[in-house]
């Protein structure tokens, strides 16, 4: 089955594009191509549908290589550029590609046309998988960004103590409010447990918290699917009381990877 390869032809030879549209038909490609040669063809094409590569030739009657490549950055469009010409000497070659081309062939030794195009067009595809893979990633920052802000606000206007810890009970966020109960500063908490901190408290509250989570892990593990469970069982903590806390202090659950405790 061929593979489309869609193709625009920067060229005012139709036999030039001819020529060209034979080695790629060998090579096993089915074409969509369109031929332009005026700065506003160009834009037109580049507007009205995508390409996968663009072929251009360097001197035409109205139009040339550097003008094209101009167009295409007018754009913003990620296509490779790759220029054929007859004439094109060393040092034009060299001009062409600090202007951007990827690379240039002469007419008249096209035996690196396919390989070349498949190279760009790989490299192409790579790099627009890339820039997609990085904005997922902003995108997903910034979301975690807005939780944690709406987070930290609803922590600040809790009327009780707050904290989240992580499995190791190391402090990630805490409210001003438990903070003060601890008689410790906000910023002494984070990145340190309650057993840094409250040595005398944490020999009472520590067992709560992993015990808590334990049971928690358990029910995570009861709401998946029975196959996706690795003993396929039905346990867990479910209609269990939570244990007893020291008095005054309320035990702990699992939310969002984290142990809150309240106060």
Request: with cysteine; net charge negative; proline share 5%.
């Amino acid at each position: 089955m061929s593979v489309t390869l869609r193709v625009l032809h920067v060229e005012d030879s139709e036999r030039d594009v001819a020529l060209l549209t034979r080695h790629l038909a060998r090579a096993g490609y089915a074409l969509a191509s369109e031929r332009v040669e005026t700065a506003d063809e160009m834009r037109a094409a580049l507007s009205d549908q995508e390409w996968d590569v663009i072929l251009c030739d360097y001197s035409m009657p109205h139009f040339n290589a550097l003008q094209a490549l101009e167009v295409l950055k007018e754009t913003g469009l990620d296509i490779p550029f790759i220029i054929i010409s007859g004439t094109v000497g060393e040092a034009t070659a060299v001009e062409a590609m600090r202007a951007g081309a990827n690379d240039y062939l002469m007419k008249d030794n096209l035996a690196r046309l396919v390989p070349t195009i498949e190279r760009e067009v790989h490299e192409a595809e790579n790099r627009r998988a890339r820039r997609r893979a990085e904005e997922e990633l902003i995108e997903t920052a910034s979301s975690k960004a807005e939780s944690l802000a709406l987070l930290d606000t609803i922590l600040s206007s809790a009327p009780i103590g707050f904290a989240f810890h992580n499995r190791e009970l190391v402090f990630e966020r805490i409210n001003e409010t438990l903070a003060a109960i601890n008689g410790l500063p906000v910023e002494q908490h984070i990145g340190r447990t309650l057993r840094d901190l409250l040595p005398e408290m944490a020999a009472l509250i520590e067992p709560i918290f992993r015990l808590d989570a334990r049971r928690c892990e358990r029910l995570s593990d009861e709401r998946q699917p029975r196959a996706a469970r690795p003993d396929h069982r039905a346990g867990g903590a479910r209609g269990r009381k939570p244990p007893r806390a020291p008095a005054g202090r309320r035990g702990a659950a699992r939310v969002g990877g984290a142990l809150p405790t309240a106060v």
